[in-house]
């Protein structure tokens, strides 16, 4: 699916992550993925993300899921809104709203979050950390747009949510169906929903905190390193203040962190692996019976094409001109350059027939085989 006049070289150089843009409506054909009783059923199962928010003249309440199935019917006539995260997980046509967005790169990627709200539902005006494309899909929404905010930008008191404290719109847009509003981060927005039936799509990205980064490369290095791992001085030398803390033991203790810490090609292994850990790891998702080769084979032999798993992050980094390292759920395979071109294909499409010379490869089997008993991968179902 493409973008009618949508230019991506030039929405990255003059819009992303710089201001907002209001896209109208950029679809061949718009038609909203998502009915909203779906949403709500997906609102109550267990494995799902989703909160509630309700609203009345003097206070914001949020409800975590999942939710009973009463509870939809129980609401009163004030506005309310319900948002269920990662939707595309389990709805094939909202994950196919990111198509038009993989000018993006894959690890950049977070989820698709939809809301359903009701006359004058909203989340009320906050900033996000992250980039967002709001896809209106059905019903319409007044969204406005403010300041750019950071950490000391003054917020409402409440517990579960981070509504601004002052909000003054700069411009604003009544979004109808199919119409997309690209928000950066920290830049202040509210929507409002103009009637009922009210439904957004926001294509979330991901962008890791300094301190989330230092933290995990942290706790990986951490993970390697033997007690035995220490300071050593065999070159002391006679010192006139025994107070003083050299120059050379502070080189020597420096170099013992910067060393780890600045080992780029573990790093970009580790990263790879940590970005690619699925959004829910919790969620087994590894198939009861794990397969063999061979029958990995019988079925390449048979032509039934694999599909990626809708939860499943792919992403690779090169190694030198031919071979990448290819990460799938929080694992790290290596690829030479004889799988390196499918492990590639792997990462820009969810569903391909594998080429008949890589079905032939050992190598090639063995990869496609551990990704079909990790769940990443999966053989399409064959209609009956
Ligand atoms: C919404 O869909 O109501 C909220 C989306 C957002 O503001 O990020
Ligand atoms: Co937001």
């Known amino acids: 699916m493409q973008l009618r006049d949508f230019d991506a070289d030039m929405f990255l150089r003059d819009v992303w992550q710089k201001k907002p843009l209001l896209i109208r409506n950029p679809w061949t054909v718009w038609s909203n993925p998502l009915d909203p009783d779906e949403l709500a059923g997906l609102a109550c199962e267990e494995d799902v993300e989703a909160r509630l928010i309700t609203q009345s003249r003097t206070a914001w309440k949020v409800e975590d899921g999942p939710f009973p199935e009463t509870r939809f ?32 790169p894959n690890w950049r990627i977070d989820d698709v979050m939809v809301s359903y709200a009701t006359d004058g539902g909203g989340v009320g005006p906050h900033f996000d950390q992250y980039d967002v494309f709001l896809i209106q899909g059905l019903g319409k929404r007044r969204w406005q747009v403010g300041a750019a905010c950071d950490f000391a930008s003054e917020l409402q008191p409440h517990d579960d949510l981070r509504l601004l404290a002052k909000f003054e719109a700069i411009n604003e847009w009544i979004l109808e169906p199919g119409d997309i509003l690209y928000v950066p ?36 290095l951490l993970e390697e390193i033997q007690d035995d791992d220490r300071y050593a001085d ?43 850990m699925r959004k829910y790891p919790e969620t087994d998702c590894q198939i009861d019976e794990p397969l063999q080769v061979e029958d990995v084979r019988a079925c390449l032999d048979r032509h039934i094409p694999l599909c990626r798993n809708p939860a499943s992050r792919f992403s690779f980094i090169r190694q030198g001109a031919h071979a990448v390292l290819l990460f799938v759920d929080g694992e790290c395979f290596e690829c030479n350059p004889d799988i390196a071109p499918f492990a590639e294909q792997l990462c820009v499409q969810g569903r391909f027939m594998v080429d008949a010379d890589l079905g032939k490869l050992d190598s090639g089997i063995a990869l496609i085989t551990k990704l079909l008993n990790q769940g990443s991968l999966a053989f399409e179902e064959e209609e009956e």
Not at 199 to 209: L, N
Not at 260 to 269: G, N, S, T, V
């Open 73 to 104: 019917g129980r609401l009163n006539k004030k506005p309310w809104t319900l948002l269920v995260q990662a939707v595309d997980i389990h709805v094939p046509d909202v994950a196919a709203l990111i198509e038009p967005f993989r000018f993006i």
């Open 234 to 276: 065999a070159h002391l030398q006679a010192q006139d203040n025994p107070g003083e803390i050299s120059a050379t033991a502070i080189a020597g203790l420096h170099e013992m962190i910067t060393e780890k810490m600045l080992d780029r090609k573990a790093f970009a292994r580790w990263f790879g692996q940590y970005n690619s």
């Open 185 to 220: 981060p920290r830049v202040a927005h509210n929507g409002i929903a103009l009637g009922d039936d009210c439904m957004t799509y926001s294509i979330g990205f991901r962008a890791p905190s300094r301190g989330e980064l230092i933290a995990h490369w942290c706790d990986h």
